[in-house]
């Protein structure tokens, strides 16, 4: 059987991709990270049903995804904690965006509905066609597309961003201006 | 054009949408693949790894047995 170490590889190759989702999905690292691992047992045990050349991003993020809300049954309705050791490993990052920021945007996402989150950032995120997503999420694309749609309305509003860039330079300008005149 | 139904099926995946309001030049869009694309971006653990090789060794030796 050749099938093993190329599956493996891809694999691999997909679980940062995966763990981005899972942390997205679960909003903490450390749950992520289990939440991954048992997507790697459940995926190993069944990469005969897995058939290679066909997308295994999708295949992966689906087993992600039936095992996050196995285990979000399992575990009742508990209340999520915001992750303390995420916004720290944030700061180590180099990014365009402030920690704040990112901190920011990481408690306005979770607190949209699991479906809404999930949508918009498989859409918006991993790159997957809405088609793609749809056939994850078990639903229909137009179904998809509203989740995103009211994800990215609800966003928005938590962040009270417009859509355009919330600091336009009308401020510091005219300051200038005044000041020239005087 | 405007038969949006289709066309939005048959689009080709990579395609951007631009309709959905998390294009490039979408602020939520930016801070969603910034959030998404830091976790992303930090080294596989290596706990994964760990994992992945036991299970190839367990799947192989299996194998080696069944033979």
Not at chain 1, 55 to 68: D, G, H, P, S
Not at chain 1, 163 to 174: C, L, N, R, T
Request: aromatic share 6%; hydrophobic share 35%.
């Amino acid at each position: 059987m050749q099938e093993s170490p190329s599956f493996k590889r891809e694999l691999l190759a997909t679980l940062p991709s995966l763990r981005a989702f899972a942390v997205s999905l679960s909003g903490r690292h450390d749950r992520a990270d289990d939440l991954v691992q048992d997507t790697m047992m459940k995926a190993w045990a069944k990469q005969d049903s897995y058939q290679m050349g066909t997308n295994i991003k999708a295949w992966l993020f689906t087993i992600l995804r039936n095992e996050f809300y196995s285990q979000m049954r399992k575990r009742g309705r508990e209340v999520q904690d915001t992750d303390g050791a995420f916004t720290e490993r944030m700061s180590v990052h180099p990014s365009q965006y402030g920690v704040l920021d990112m901190a920011d945007f990481k408690k306005a996402l979770d607190t949209l509905p699991p479906d809404q989150r999930e949508a918009i950032v498989l859409i918006g995120a991993s790159g997957f066609s809405y088609e793609e997503a749809a056939e994850i999420c078990k639903c229909a694309v137009g179904t998809m597309k509203s989740r995103v749609s009211r994800a990215r309305t609800r966003l928005q509003d938590i962040l009270k961003i417009s859509g355009e860039a919330d600091f336009g330079p009308d401020a510091v300008s005219s300051q200038v201006t005044t000041h020239s005149l005087t | 054009m405007k038969d949006k139904s289709k066309m939005n099926e048959m689009s080709v995946p990579r395609q951007r949408r631009t309709d959905d309001g998390l294009g490039p030049n979408s602020d939520i869009g930016a801070k969603l693949r910034a959030f998404y694309g830091a976790v992303q971006d930090q080294p596989i653990p290596d706990k994964f790894l760990d994992l992945l090789e036991k299970l190839d060794q367990v799947e192989q030796a299996a194998k080696r047995k069944g033979n």
